[in-house]
């Protein structure tokens, strides 16, 4: 009986391996193309090479990225011995900047209807100016600027040349930010196909003859069972700290850590927490176009913002420290891409609130500290007592309503005002006060 059950067991699995007999790979990358999401691309074309697949689906939706993420990309994918299909999905999405070059460098571009592609800026790690917009101060960000353009134009025209789509417009897509619909896209050879979904995708690739590196192969998609797979939750903690408000929040919180605990020393917890915070804002400004200017602005803002507590300027120093602050922000990153750039939404409210913390939090615990002593017996010194008994030098006075021994360098006589000097032991250093009493 049990044999009976093996035999048929495997004779379904064999059914049904036949009847599913390929398996393609998909994998959805939305938002900016950075160093995580560069790299879940690749692992996933690693993937299907050494699982046999019969292509690998990336769903796309994108506004761009960076230029050494998206070279990383397209050097894979021009080098993969799986098809690669690159989605543009769903109605909406967009292929933006980097999604240009990774659209053209797919063995089969296809796109939703409703979405977009186009507008390819390059973005490099570190900053450095955006092509189509010089700085009239600056010869050499020009160079850098067309440099980058070149370099970003040579590269699209080659993936779309090896890929028999359309050079000129690729180019155009580059160095005009020129940006087209699907429709148009498929009349000018950019994309191979509109499809409303990925069952529609399946059935217009069926029988298409594909050229890899050094084969042809022939799409069979008819019956294909297709696994998906998703960002560990490691790659998307990474990807989350790729955010560049969550970089800059960090940032913030870490500089309000720091502060507070120098002005408060042995606080211990906001330091800790501002140096975690620190550590976790680098890290997520190594995958973003950050400018140098912007970091030190910021820096020169909260130093004004600091000086404004112990200097009296009226106002100067905090107006020069929030302005400062604020352009600094906007500058931080250095990209045109605006799902790249810091969102005007945070800026504010940080600013806001880091101005209201260096002037009222910092301020007061710095107030405090330089506060007179009001309590204990060094709170003594200064208070104006009477003399109960004559000072000879020695006797008794009364202070705050409580009864002290005392001490004058001179005779004072009962009845008159004296006041503290300081404090040895139990016994007051005083002399002669006109105070009334």
Known sequence: ?????????????????????????????????????????????????????????????????????????????????????????????????????????????????????????????????????????????????????????????????????????????????????????????????IAVDIDRLLFKIDGLDVKLKDRQQIMETSEVRIITYEMSWRENVLNRLSDPNIAYIFMMLGMYGLIFELSNPGAIFPGVIGVICLLLAFFSFQTLPLNIVGILLILFGIILLLLEIKVTSYGILTIGGATSLFLGSLMLIDTNVPALRVSINVIIPSVIFTVAFALFAVGMGLRAQARKVTTGKEGLVGEIGEVLTDLDPTGTILVNGEYWKAEATVNIEKGQNVKVTSVDRAKLKVERSDSAE
């Open 1 to 193: 009986m049990k044999t009976h059950t093996y035999i048929i067991t495997i004779a379904i699995l064999l059914l049904l391996n036949s009847t599913y007999a390929e398996v393609i790979h998909r994998i959805r990358v939305d938002g900016v193309i950075n160093p995580v999401s560069s790299n879940f691309m690749i692992e996933a074309v690693d993937r299907a090479e050494m699982d046999g697949a019969e292509a690998l689906i990336i769903e796309l939706d994108t506004p761009g990225g960076l230029l050494e993420a998206t070279r990383d990309i397209v050097q894979r994918f021009l080098a993969a011995d799986v098809p690669i299909i690159v989605y543009v999905s769903p109605s909406g999405a967009r292929a933006g900047s980097a999604g240009v070059f990774i659209t053209l460098a797919a063995h089969i571009a296809v796109m939703a209807p409703g979405t977009n592609i186009g507008a390819a800026h390059p973005v490099t790690i570190g900053g450095g100016g955006v092509p189509g917009q010089q700085k009239p101060d600056s010869a050499s960000t020009s160079v850098m600027s067309d440099k980058m353009t070149n370099d970003a134009a040579a590269l699209v025209r080659s993936v779309a040349e090896q890929r028999d789509r359309n050079m000129e417009w690729a180019e155009k897509a580059v160095r005009e930010s020129d940006a087209i619909i699907a429709t148009d896209a498929l009349e000018n050879n950019v994309i191979d196909f």
